[in-house]
Structure formats: C-alpha cells, structure tokens
C-alpha cells in the first residue's frame, strides 16, 4: 500500500507519498481500500502540530474517508469484506488503505458516491449539532453563515435552508457569494468589501440574525456579536482564520444572547445516541435530495498538496476530495 507519511510535523511540505507494508486489522477493526478520502480543516492543523489531538509519529493524515472493507479483524460482527463504508478515523484517510475500528465506520447507503460518503459526516455531522441541537434553530428564523463556501459553511446553508430558515451566507469573495446562493441563502455579504454591521443592519430591518455560525473567529466576531438579534445565539464553531477573538463581555448581557461552544468530536463521543439521530435526520435529507456535498475538485491521491495549498489559500469552494483509481 501507499500513503502520505508525517514523519515530523512540520507542515504539509513534510509529507511523503511512502510505500508501506499493508496491515492487517486488530481485533475489533476492519481494513479499507480507500476510494475517496475529503479534506477538512483539522487535516491541515494536525499536520503542522496545531490540533488538539497529536497523534504518535509516524502517522497518515486524513480523518474521514470512504471505500470497501476488504479484511476485518476478530470480533466484528456488524461488518464483512465487500461492504462499502465510511469512516471517521481521525487519521489514515490520505493513502490507498487503512486499518480503522470497526465503531468509527458506517455502512454507506447505497445511495451514496464514495466522494459524496467521504465528505459527508463531519461536516454536515457538525452543521446540524451546531444549527439543531446547539442553537435549538426554528423555520423562520435568521442563520448568518460566516466562512459560507467553505467544509462547514456549505453544509450550514443547506442544514438552515432544510429547517426553514432564512439564511444569510457571510464570504470574502464574490464567487463564494454566488456559489452560497445557488446553495439557496438567502442573500450574501462579501465580508472582504461590504460593512458587515451595515448590511446586516439592512438585511434584517435593523433586528439582525437570531443565529451567527461562525468557524472563522479572527475579526468577524465581533461586528457579528454586536449584530446579533435579540435572544441570539452565536455558535462558537472554529478559528479558521487564526484568531481567536476576545469579547466585552458586557454584548451578550445587552442582547440577551448566547455564546455557544459546538466541539462535534466531543458530542459524537460522549453522546453517540444523540449522534447516530442526527446522522439518520443527515441521510434522509440527502436522499431527499435537501443537502449535497459541494465539491470543489476530486484530485488523485497523489495530488495531495495541491488540495492542501488550495485550502490553505482560502480558495476551495465546498469540499476537496481525494480519490484513489
Ligand atoms: N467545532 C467543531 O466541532 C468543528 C468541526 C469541524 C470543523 N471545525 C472548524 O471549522 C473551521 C472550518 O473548517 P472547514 O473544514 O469548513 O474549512 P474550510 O473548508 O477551509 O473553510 C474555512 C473557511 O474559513 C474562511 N477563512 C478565513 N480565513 C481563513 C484562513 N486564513 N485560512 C483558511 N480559511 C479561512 C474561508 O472562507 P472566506 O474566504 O469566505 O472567509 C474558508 O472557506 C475550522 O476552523 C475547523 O477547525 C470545527
């Protein structure tokens, strides 16, 4: 087998595509031949040592992927060589094979491409935590979208247009605009050019959003705080620009707002119950037809850095997928 290996982390130049041998599944795993394996945020951080989790050295990126089990170790039952699945793995997606534990895959439906099942659970996993459960979101409400062409962003407006809210995509440049209203927003805010506090000002008869979704941080934060409606709800969903932002504490107390923390990770960990529910409410609404993963490209495997750099450039539109042959 081959794969990308992080011997040092030190960033994404330091990854090599490596022939290593093929393993063979522990008890309690199974072994896929990836066909398909997305790029998310945490993907790029953990290459460069800024994630949370810092797995042992040497190890293969890539935490979510998808392809068909060919051998599962002793102890698996809900599994067999044939099936195709996806899964959550953490690491070991950027390669042609992996041995994952059996309770991080899910059987596809058959409905699903490999490229659709491997850019599905954490974004989407994570939008509808944040928008259903989190802000407790209600049809007729107003979602601002920060980073709203981006992994999470997209899921986000097509999560909020599926419950019936009026959806406000938040992007910094004006493709991103229109690709955020051919997902059905609303009404876009190019964040690079207009005054968010302005637009949202005039998008809103003066009210502003009753839910901020905001994996940006950085200076986005603020305007938005200060914007947001009465009894608003402002979801805490990542940094992707940096920053993280500091606020006057006196803004929450003035609108009556709240400042949620979303950590999907943590909830699909603790609360897998509650989990496997908001995966189930995912699928049906794909099968619908009601949310699609965007894609922005499908690259070979072996293209891995030009996905990394297409991402780290804030160039992606939706999604970036690798795909074995
Ligand atoms: N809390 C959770 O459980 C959870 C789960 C998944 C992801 N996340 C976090 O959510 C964030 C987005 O993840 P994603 O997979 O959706 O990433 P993504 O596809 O790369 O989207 C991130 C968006 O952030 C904006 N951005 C602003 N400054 C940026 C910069 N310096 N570099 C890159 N992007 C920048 C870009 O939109 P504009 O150019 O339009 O500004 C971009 O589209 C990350 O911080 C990730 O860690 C959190």
């Known amino acids: 087998m081959h794969a990308w290996l992080c011997e040092?982390?030190?960033?994404?130049d330091a990854l090599r595509w490596t022939e290593i041998a093929t393993p063979e599944p522990a008890a309690g795993q199974v072994r896929i031949a990836i066909r398909a394996a997305s790029l998310n945020f945490p993907d790029l951080l953990i290459v460069q040592n800024k994630y949370q989790f810092k797995p042992p050295l040497p190890f293969v990126p890539g935490s979510e992927f998808a392809g068909v089990v060919e051998a599962v170790g002793s102890g698996v039952s809900h599994l067999r060589?044939?099936?195709?699945?996806?899964?959550?793995?953490?690491?070991?997606g950027f390669g042609t094979h992996a041995c994952v534990d059996a309770a991080r895959v899910l059987a596809l439906p058959q409905a699903f491409s490999f490229e659709d099942g491997a850019a599905f659970a954490f974004t989407y996993g994570t939008s509808h935590h944040a928008l259903m459960d989190r802000a407790a979101l209600q049809s007729g409400e107003t979602v601002l979208v920060l980073g709203a062409a981006g992994g999470v962003g997209t899921a986000a407006v097509q999560i909020a247009k599926a419950?019936?809210?009026?959806?406000?995509a938040g992007a910094s440049t004006a493709a991103k605009c229109e690709l955020c209203l051919r997902l059905g927003a609303d009404a876009a805010v190019n964040y690079s050019h207009d005054n968010l506090r302005d637009a949202l000002k005039g998008l809103?008869?003066?009210k502003g959003p009753d839910v901020v979704y905001d994996p940006v941080g950085g200076d986005l934060a603020e305007p938005c705080l200060r914007s947001i409606a009465w009894r608003g709800r402002y979801l805490v969903v990542g940094f992707a620009q940096g920053g993280i932002p500091a606020l006057p504490w006196n803004l929450p107390l003035l609108k009556g707002a709240s400042i949620v923390g979303?950590?999907?990770?943590?909830?699909?960990r603790r609360e897998p119950k509650a989990n496997a529910a908001s995966l189930q409410a995912l699928v049906a609404w794909y099968l619908e037809g009601r949310v699609k993963p965007v894609i922005d490209q499908l690259l070979p495997m072996a293209r891995l850095h030009d996905a990394y750099a297409r991402m780290n450039a804030r160039e992606a539109l939706g999604k970036l997928v690798m795909v074995n042959p």
């Open 8 to 12: 040092q982390p030190t960033g994404v």
């Open 81 to 92: 060589a044939g099936d195709m699945v996806a899964a959550l793995a953490g690491t070991g």
């Open 163 to 168: 419950a019936g809210a009026r959806v406000i």
């Open 204 to 206: 809103t008869n003066g």
């Open 262 to 268: 979303v950590f999907w990770g943590e909830f699909v």
